[in-house]
DNA sequence: CGTTAAATGGAAATGATTTTCATTTAAAAA
DNA sequence: TTTTTAAATGAAAATCATTTCCATTTAACG
């Protein structure tokens, strides 16, 4: 049985036509996909295949499209993590919860969330932010912050 | 009158030779653009195009292969700030005066070096990196933190 | 100098992303 | 419901930063 989204106002729905934007399979179906895999880390293809497996039409060239315009709004975020491929993440509201940083392995580009304290690190960002939004009169909307190094597994194989 | 690397061991020379790598002309030049545009965050063409005007045997190809060497070897930073061409950095040794992070403009790209909280970062960065590692058994090597937004040209612009 | 593996440049290949354009479709109007 | 219209779409082609290939050159060492 197919899970359907919500039509509350300030679901999906109600933000895509908020800013204008068409209700369509495909975009109802890159979300359903960027939130099932929430807390991986899909290139435009991999989603492009999640999503053509149950819906067909889909063309990757949408994917790249409906993409764009979820980064615009804020409701997705894009990765670099040095594979030669952007990667997206469903940006979650509650900033608490699902507000996360990345650990990234320079060998075999596997990343890793993490939490441990994102409390002191926001804190600390958003003073940062403020100072800087004076100093720079710059707008400051989003912050990235990633560690590099050598994962477990590669560091056993030298 | 052309300035001269010095050639005290640590120098980059000593440093490549440690590494197993041979000085050639090309990398004398890469590395004197590098040191020349410090603040600057200069896209591999924007290095070729420097370097190609004060030896012009050099050849675009010579550019990448140097960076990566560069970078592996801990001397050049890369970055990605979105306008899709990568930007390169040398990194200082002293990790106190040269050591900052970005604020990026969203819209015309523009790149902020910044140095505010900078000890602030670090510690907690520090702080973060040693639970990191630990927890996930990964080895940091270095990070990254970037502000993203609207610089105070654009906003007047809009 | 002569030897040799590393380094190089130019041309071609690669591959992710963007552009183009003819067709389809969501949604507002009638 | 049917009509209307601009937005959305997919496929193919284009773009363009970066990488690969390979024949030639050169740094380093004895
Ligand atoms: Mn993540
Ligand atoms: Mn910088
Ligand atoms: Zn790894
Ligand atoms: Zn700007």
Redesign the interface.
Known sequence: MRQRHCNRPGGWQGKLRGCGYRITIGREAILDVLTKYKDKHLSAEDIYLKVHSIYSDIGLTSVYRTLDMLISMGMVSKF?FGDGRARYEIAGEGQKEDHHHH?V??ICKRV?N?N??ID??LQ?IN???K???E??????????????????KC?KKK
């Open positions: 670099d650990l392995c320079t890793i993490y441990d304290f002191e690190e600390l003073k940062t932010e100072s800087l939004s100093k720079h009169k710059f707008e400051i909307r989003s912050h990235l912050v990633q560690f590099y190094g050598i994962c477990d560091k």
